[in-house]
C-alpha cells in the first residue's frame, strides 16, 4: 500500500522557516516525480511544488517561487520542503504526493495528476 508520512509542520512567525519532510513507503519514490500540496481552511487544495523522478526538474507554484526550495532523497525514499519568508498566507494541511509522469511536475501539467494517500498531513500555522 503506497503511504506518505509528513512531518516538519509547526507555529511559527511571520518571516520564519520550517523544513518539512515527507516518508514515502509501499513503493520505490525514485520511480514518481513527487511534490507537496496544501489546503488552508475553505480553500481548495493546491499544488505547492514538485521535483522530478530524477530532481533535475522542479515546479513551484507562483505564491512560493523564491521562497520555498524542493529536494528530494531517493535512497530515503523522502521529499523535503524548505520554506522561508514564510507569511500567515501559507498557513495549511501540507501533503505530499507523487506522480508516475514527470510532465505532471512542470507549468504544463501543474500537478494536475499527483495522487496521495491525503492523510493527515503536517500543519504549518504562520501566526504573530
Known amino acids: 500500500q503506497m503511504q506518505f508520512v509528513e512531518s516538519g509542520g509547526g507555529l511559527v512567525q511571520p518571516g520564519g522557516s520550517l523544513n518539512l519532510s515527507c516518508a514515502a513507503s509501499?513503493?520505490?519514490?525514485?520511480?514518481?516525480?513527487a511534490g507537496w500540496f496544501r489546503q488552508a481552511p475553505g480553500k481548495e487544495r493546491e499544488g505547492v511544488s514538485c521535483?522530478?523522478?530524477?530532481?533535475?526538474?522542479?515546479y513551484y507554484a507562483d505564491s512560493v517561487k523564491g521562497r520555498f526550495t524542493i529536494s528530494r532523497d531517493n535512497a530515503k525514499n523522502t521529499v523535503y520542503l524548505q520554506m522561508n519568508s514564510l507569511t500567515p498566507e501559507d498557513t495549511a494541511i501540507y501533503y505530499c504526493?507523487?506522480?508516475?509522469?514527470?510532465?505532471?511536475?512542470?507549468?504544463?501539467?501543474?500537478?494536475?495528476?499527483?495522487?496521495?494517500?491525503w492523510g493527515q498531513g503536517t500543519q504549518v500555522t504562520v501566526s504573530s
Open positions: 504526493a507523487a506522480d508516475p509522469l514527470d510532465y505532471y511536475c512542470s507549468g504544463y501539467g501543474r500537478m494536475r495528476n499527483f495522487f496521495g494517500s
Open positions: 521535483i522530478t523522478s530524477r530532481g533535475g526538474n522542479t
Open positions: 509501499g513503493f520505490t519514490l525514485d520511480d514518481y516525480a
